[in-house]
């Protein structure tokens, strides 16, 4: 089983100003990772995934995050935000060995604010 | 580009009704999941449908939660005697490969 937890639940930066989200995992089988962005009202869309090889991965809208094996962590970051990026994100983890049917196990989330 | 859709957005009703949710995945997606999730809280694993067949169910879906994909292409979930406690945003997702879910935009479930 996994499972994963967000240290912040709320993160206030202003803008232009960059920002990183903290995830760390716990998992005794090799893991897929992921960060999901929810605005109000509406699904989830993949900001970006880490599921073998390079660790340091790229997503959408200028995020990046970084695999770190030995501290399971996998923390988001954006260098420069904007109020368009106002909304709440979701770190996830799944099996990566390639048995079941990869469920997602997410954290609860956490609240970005772009401040202008 | 047809991504995944569920009808309706919102449903309200009162405790002790049925109620039954539609999602369409994209349509060449074989893996099909529904999660849930309740105010602030991160979405949480209901069940998954590899084509037709429904092959994981989490505790979490009790006796009166059921879940079907007939022919392997939409799916839907029921849920009898409503409680005040399955309000939730319901969320569907659909996989071609597992490594990447897809999500709809979800029903929001209000028992009064």
């Known amino acids: 089983a996994q499972s994963v937890t967000q240290l912040d639940s709320q993160v206030p930066v202003f803008e232009e100003a960059p920002v990183e989200l903290r995830c760390n995992y716990s998992?005794?089988?090799?893991?897929?990772l992921f960060w999901y962005v929810q605005y109000p009202n509406q699904g989830l869309q993949l900001l970006l995934k880490y599921l073998s090889g390079s660790t340091l991965v790229k997503g959408i809208n200028g995020f990046e995050a970084e695999f770190n094996k030995s501290q399971t962590s996998f923390h988001l970051r954006k260098p420069s935000v904007h109020i368009s990026d106002t909304a709440e994100y979701f770190c996830a983890v799944t099996d990566g060995s390639g048995a079941g049917s990869y469920q997602l196990t997410f954290g609860k989330g956490t609240k970005l604010s772009v401040i202008p | 580009d047809t991504g995944v859709s569920q009808d309706p957005r919102h449903k309200i009703t009162k405790r002790g009704q049925n109620v039954t949710f539609r999602c369409d995945p994209i349509s060449e997606h074989n893996r099909l999941y529904w999660y849930r999730q309740t105010l602030g809280q991160g979405p949480e694993f209901l069940t998954y449908?590899?084509?037709?067949?429904?092959?994981?169910k989490s505790r979490l879906l009790s006796d009166r939660f059921s879940a079907e994909r007939p022919k392997g292409s939409f799916s839907t979930l029921e849920i009898q005697r409503t409680e005040q406690g399955d309000s939730a945003m319901y969320l569907c997702?659909?996989?071609?490969?597992?490594?990447?879910?897809?999500f709809g935009p979800g029903t929001r479930l209000t028992v009064l």
């Open positions: 997702a659909s996989s071609l490969f597992g490594n990447e879910q897809f």
């Open positions: 449908f590899q084509n037709e067949a429904q092959l994981e």
């Open positions: 998992s005794s089988v090799s893991v897929y």
